[in-house]
Every structure is written in structure tokens, then in C-alpha cells.
């Protein structure tokens, strides 16, 4: 059998139970660009410093091509002791090239490999899952745009509050996401931190150009501390902490949509392709995609502890409890990348039923305005806001709506009751007297689409 990467001082064999233990290649394979490109990099910085030959850095750079194109074709062959990608890689590379393959990682150790392939991997995954939130924010900017004509109540604890836009509940959702989008691209260049050249733990003996290896393969920055540039894992943890709070987002406009979309509220209708059915209830369909949404946020969350119980009390550098900070970053960049799709197909392909929403608009909803038009007639607004409780009341009483009090009722309950009164009770003045900045009055609507718009341009 063949010998391991590290096998020289070892004379007894590995536990076939701790073999499979110790194995990542089963999910670290999917770093394998990453692992390739990092030792093409590697392979030029040896060259500069005399280590390779310009001849062996050519020999080198085919193999681990070839070796590349082994993992895009699906024919990479994986063997028994291949225990991570680096090392599976290197096998293959020297069964490819010969003994020059075991030049490659003169003054390299997988600690700052595997730590600078994380950083690559996710770098990319990070551009990707940046373009589908802006995917998301755009359609529900669109939608916002389209729909400001449609007039509903604003809840607070579920219950009737306030006339609002649809719309502007909707932009309420897309300024989460927006502020998502901010904090992905300020962890970017956290990212983006070259570990390459550390060593194992103490640097790079051959004096390894960093600076060319950053710009090589795209880094910002260079680890400027070995140890920490091998121990760190933060760059994962910030991520999970942003998928985490992304989530919740999610999770919250998931809530508000799935609890419109009952035969109770009838606000909006999911498209078919994004619900399923009942294998007993023949009627039903449900908003299964809103579910999982709300449902997976779980899980990202539980990635995030996870990982940072694993680090928490490790000692300095590299320890191999590190290698679990691949499930969980995975396992979050898969889902919230799905997610963030679903979600943008499931809000671009909605019914909203503009109807529903404005036949949901009881006069109750005016009774702030209701007090607030005594304010303006110079009355202080805890008197007014009492006086409008009891016109709620009175009309309560007699089971009716405020505006059919009559106006002997209002000047009964304060004798600044008017005529004019019975302008409160239009939904759609309402909302456009709410015209100070975050408001839902068409002017302000305009005002948060293009601030939206323009962070997408970002
Ligand atoms: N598979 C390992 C990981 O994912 C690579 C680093 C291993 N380094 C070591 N010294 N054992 O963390």
C-alpha cells in the first residue's frame, strides 16, 4: 500500500474507523478549484525564489490543470487515502508528474493551504450570493413600484393599525435585505485575506513573495500574522453571523406572507410553482416555499453555533477540530443561496389581491387621524386621542363604522367637531398626509424606491 502524505515516522496503521473519522475529502472536494488554483499561485511564488525551476513550475502548473480538469469532468478517481483535497490532489499531481510533484509544497503546509482555499471558495460563493439578494430586492422593488396603489391596514401585535401602501410594507421587508447587502460587501474584504505563506505555523523559510501571491490569485490583503493567518476561522464565523441575520429576515417576511396568503386575510395568492399540496386534503395548497424559508432559518442559526462552540478554547493556530468549520459553511452557503432564489421567484410570481387588502380597511384604522384632526384644531393629542377612543366606543356600541356617527355625535363627544370631520375618513388622504421621510405617502414611496435602487447599483 501506498504511503501516507505524513507517514514517515509512523510504523503502526491508522484505525480504519479513525481513517474514515479523519477523512474530508467527502465535502472539502468541492474546494477543488480553489485547492488548484492556490498551488498554481504557489508553484509561480516558488519559481521567483529559486525553489523550482522555470521548467519545473510548467511541468507543475499542467499537472494540477489536468488534475483541475479530472474534477470537472467527474473523472477524478479517488483513492482510500486520500484524506482531504490537498492531499488528494497532490497524490494525483505526482502520480501525473512524477517525484517533481513532491517539490510543490516545499515551505507550504495544508494549515495555510486549506485556510486560503476556504478564504477563495467563499469568496466566490460570496459574489454569487450577492447577486441573488440583489435578485431579491429587485423584485420586491419592482412589485413596489407597480403596486402603490393598492391600500391595506398596517398591523402592530396582529391587529389592525394604520392605513398603509402595500407597497410600503413590502420596501419594509426590501430595507432589511438592503442593509444585508451592505454588511456582505463590508465582510468582503475581511474575506479576502491571503493565509498563503504562512507555513504551518511560523511563516515561509524561502522568503515567498506574499504580495504576488495576493495579487496572483486576487486576495486584498496578506495575513500579516502567520499564526493568526493559520488559526483563524472569523472570516467563517462573520459569514454565518450574516447568514444567520439574513435569515431572519427571511424568516420574518416568510411569517408575514404566509399568514397572508390564508383563506382568512386572501392578500395574496402563491403561484403554483411555488407551493405544493395535501396527500389527504384534496383542496389544500400550501405555501410550503414560505415555510422552508421560515423553517431553514433554524439551521443556519445552528450552524453558527455550532461552529463557534468548535472554536471557542482552542488553543493558538491550527487544531484539527478546525476541519469542522466546512459542514456548517457549506451547509449555510448552500441554503441561503437557495433561499435567496426561492424567495425571488416566489414574490415575482405572486397574486396580490389589491381587493382583499383595501375591503380589509375598517374606519377603525382612522381613529389616530381622527384624533390628530382635533390637533390640528389646537386641542392636545392625549385629549384627542381619548376622545377618539370614545367615538370608537360610541360607534361600537351601536355597531357601526366612525363615520356613520352623525355629526351631532362629534360635537356631543368635543365641540371642535366640524363639517370637515368626515374628510378623516378616507384611507387614501390618510396616507398621503404621511409625507415626513419613511412614510407612505407617493412622495416618500418614490423617495425609499430610489435609495433601494441605488444601493443596488452598488
Ligand atoms: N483537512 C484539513 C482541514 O480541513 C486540512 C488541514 C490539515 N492540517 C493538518 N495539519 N492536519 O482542516
Same mark, same amino acid.
Given at each position: 500500500?501506498?504511503?501516507?502524505?505524513?507517514?514517515?515516522?509512523?510504523?503502526?496503521?491508522?484505525?480504519?474507523?479513525?481513517?474514515?473519522?479523519?477523512?474530508?475529502?467527502?465535502?472539502?472536494?468541492?474546494?477543488?478549484?480553489?485547492?488548484?488554483?492556490?498551488?498554481?499561485?504557489?508553484?509561480?511564488?516558488?519559481?521567483?525564489?529559486?525553489?523550482?525551476?522555470? *521548467?519545473?513550475?510548467?511541468?507543475?502548473?499542467?499537472?494540477?490543470?489536468?488534475?483541475?480538469?479530472?474534477?470537472?469532468?467527474?473523472?477524478?478517481?479517488? /483513492?482510500?487515502?486520500?484524506?482531504?483535497?490537498?492531499?488528494?490532489?497532490?497524490?494525483?499531481?505526482?502520480?501525473?508528474?512524477?517525484?517533481?510533484?513532491?517539490?510543490? @509544497?516545499?515551505?507550504?503546509?495544508?494549515?495555510?493551504?486549506?485556510?486560503?482555499?476556504?478564504?477563495?471558495?467563499?469568496?466566490?460563493?460570496?459574489?454569487?450570493?450577492?447577486?441573488?439578494?440583489?435578485?431579491?430586492?429587485?423584485?420586491?422593488?419592482?412589485?413596489?413600484?407597480?403596486?402603490?396603489?393598492?391600500?391595506?391596514?398596517?398591523?402592530?401585535?396582529?391587529?389592525?393599525?394604520?392605513?398603509?401602501?402595500?407597497?410600503?410594507?413590502?420596501? =419594509?421587508?426590501?430595507?432589511?435585505?438592503?442593509?444585508?447587502?451592505?454588511?456582505?460587501?463590508?465582510?468582503?474584504?475581511?474575506?479576502?485575506?491571503?493565509?498563503?505563506?504562512?507555513?504551518?505555523?511560523?511563516?515561509?523559510?524561502?522568503?515567498?513573495?506574499? *504580495?504576488?501571491?495576493?495579487?496572483?490569485?486576487?486576495?486584498?490583503?496578506?495575513?500579516?500574522?502567520?499564526?493568526?493567518?493559520?488559526?483563524?476561522?472569523?472570516?467563517?464565523?462573520?459569514?454565518?453571523?450574516? =447568514?444567520?441575520?439574513?435569515?431572519?429576515?427571511?424568516?420574518?417576511?416568510? *411569517?408575514?406572507?404566509?399568514?397572508?396568503?390564508?383563506? /382568512?386575510?386572501?392578500?395574496?395568492?402563491?403561484?403554483?410553482?411555488?407551493?405544493?399540496?395535501?396527500?389527504?386534503?384534496?383542496?389544500?395548497?400550501?405555501?410550503?416555499?414560505?415555510?422552508?424559508?421560515?423553517?431553514?432559518?433554524?439551521?443556519?442559526?445552528?450552524?453558527?453555533?455550532?461552529?463557534?462552540?468548535?472554536?471557542?478554547?482552542?488553543?493558538?493556530?491550527?487544531?484539527?477540530?478546525?476541519?469542522?468549520?466546512?459542514?456548517?459553511?457549506?451547509?449555510?452557503?448552500? @441554503?441561503?443561496?437557495?433561499?435567496?432564489?426561492?424567495?425571488?421567484?416566489?414574490?415575482?410570481?405572486?397574486?396580490? @389581491?389589491?381587493?382583499?387588502?383595501?375591503?380589509?380597511?375598517?374606519?377603525?384604522?382612522?381613529?389616530?387621524?381622527?384624533?390628530?384632526?382635533?390637533?390640528?384644531?389646537?386641542?392636545?393629542?392625549?385629549?384627542?386621542?381619548?376622545?377618539?377612543?370614545?367615538?370608537?366606543?360610541?360607534?361600537?356600541?351601536?355597531?357601526?363604522?366612525?363615520?356613520?356617527?352623525?355629526?351631532?355625535?362629534?360635537?356631543?363627544?368635543?365641540?371642535?367637531?366640524? *363639517?370637515?370631520?368626515?374628510?378623516?375618513?378616507?384611507?387614501?388622504?390618510?396616507?398621503?398626509?404621511?409625507?415626513?421621510?419613511?412614510?407612505?405617502?407617493?412622495?416618500?414611496? /418614490?423617495?425609499?424606491?430610489?435609495?433601494?435602487?441605488?444601493?443596488?447599483?452598488?
Amino acid at each position: 500500500t501506498k504511503q501516507k502524505l505524513w507517514g514517515g515516522r509512523f510504523t503502526g496503521k491508522t484505525d480504519p474507523l479513525m481513517h474514515a473519522f479523519n477523512q474530508s475529502l467527502k465535502y472539502d472536494q468541492r474546494m477543488h478549484d480553489a485547492d488548484i488554483r492556490g498551488s498554481i499561485a504557489y508553484a509561480k511564488a516558488l519559481t521567483l525564489v529559486g525553489i523550482l525551476t522555470k *521548467e519545473e513550475e510548467v511541468k507543475i502548473t499542467e499537472g494540477l490543470l489536468t488534475v483541475g480538469e479530472e474534477w470537472k469532468a467527474g473523472t477524478f478517481k479517488p /483513492e482510500a487515502d486520500d484524506e482531504d483535497i490537498h492531499t488528494a490532489n497532490e497524490r494525483r499531481l505526482s502520480e501525473l508528474i512524477g517525484p517533481l510533484g513532491g517539490k510543490l @509544497h516545499t515551505g507550504r503546509s495544508r494549515n495555510d493551504q486549506v485556510a486560503t482555499d476556504m478564504r477563495l471558495w467563499l469568496l466566490d460563493e460570496v459574489a454569487d450570493i450577492e447577486s441573488g439578494l440583489k435578485g431579491l430586492i429587485r423584485v420586491m422593488v419592482e412589485r413596489a413600484d407597480n403596486e402603490r396603489d393598492i391600500l391595506m391596514p398596517g398591523y402592530t401585535h396582529l391587529q389592525r393599525g394604520q392605513p398603509i401602501r402595500w407597497s410600503h410594507l413590502l420596501l =419594509s421587508h426590501a430595507f432589511s435585505f438592503r442593509n444585508d447587502l451592505e454588511r456582505l460587501q463590508q465582510l468582503i474584504p475581511r474575506v479576502s485575506v491571503l493565509p498563503l505563506g504562512s507555513g504551518a505555523l511560523a511563516g515561509n523559510p524561502f522568503g515567498v513573495d506574499r *504580495e504576488f501571491l495576493a495579487r496572483e490569485l486576487g486576495f486584498a490583503s496578506v495575513a500579516e500574522n502567520s499564526m493568526w493567518g493559520v488559526g483563524d476561522r472569523d472570516f467563517i464565523v462573520e459569514f454565518l453571523m450574516w =447568514s444567520s441575520l439574513t435569515m431572519t429576515h427571511m424568516s420574518r417576511l416568510a *411569517e408575514d406572507l404566509i399568514i397572508y396568503s390564508t383563506a /382568512e386575510f386572501g392578500f395574496v395568492t402563491l403561484s403554483d410553482a411555488y407551493s405544493t399540496g395535501s396527500s389527504i386534503m384534496p383542496q389544500k395548497k400550501n405555501p410550503d416555499s414560505l415555510e422552508l424559508l421560515r423553517g431553514k432559518s433554524g439551521r443556519i442559526f445552528g450552524n453558527m453555533a455550532g461552529f463557534m462552540m468548535t472554536l471557542k478554547g482552542l488553543p493558538s493556530t491550527y487544531n484539527k477540530d478546525l476541519q469542522e468549520d466546512k459542514e456548517p459553511l457549506f451547509d449555510a452557503v448552500d @441554503h441561503t443561496s437557495a433561499s435567496l432564489k426561492i424567495a425571488e421567484g416566489v414574490i415575482a410570481t405572486m397574486e396580490v @389581491h389589491g381587493d382583499k387588502m383595501r375591503a380589509a380597511l375598517t374606519m377603525d384604522v382612522l381613529a389616530t387621524d381622527l384624533a390628530d384632526y382635533l390637533v390640528r384644531k389646537g386641542i392636545p393629542f392625549r385629549e384627542t386621542h381619548h376622545i377618539s377612543g370614545r367615538a370608537v366606543a360610541l360607534a361600537e356600541s351601536r355597531k357601526c363604522q366612525l363615520d356613520n356617527l352623525t355629526l351631532e355625535d362629534y360635537q356631543g363627544l368635543h365641540e371642535k367637531f366640524s *363639517e370637515d370631520v368626515l374628510q378623516v375618513f378616507d384611507f387614501e388622504a390618510s396616507v398621503e398626509r404621511r409625507t415626513a421621510i419613511g412614510g407612505p405617502s407617493r412622495k416618500t414611496l /418614490e423617495r425609499q424606491i430610489s435609495v433601494l435602487r441605488a444601493a443596488l447599483a452598488k
